[in-house]
């Protein structure tokens, strides 16, 4: 199984703070619940929502001290009527 973006970026904070970061912790600090985060990290989920995304990105950004960009977490994002993307597929 490809490793998704959103482990991607948990492994590198935990390489940065020295400890295992567990779901728990960082679905908490993002107000996600952590079954929806796994999800996510597993690349089960079809789509994200733009406030997942945008909590992902402040997230790490802030953590990993460096700006997290949008495709270190999904792939492409679809165009949607309301300007944002509706749905966002996930990095495999």
Known sequence: MDTSGVRKLR??????????????????????DRSRLNKLELNLAKEIRAEEL????SYFSAQLERPVIDEEIVKYA???KRG?????????
């Open 11 to 32: 492994f590198a904070l935990e390489q940065k703070i020295g400890r295992r970061l567990s779901l728990r912790e960082v679905a908490e600090a993002i107000g996600m």
């Open 54 to 57: 945008i909590g992902l990105r």
């Open 78 to 80: 679809l165009n949607s």
């Open 84 to 92: 944002f993307g509706q749905a966002l597929a996930l990095c495999p």
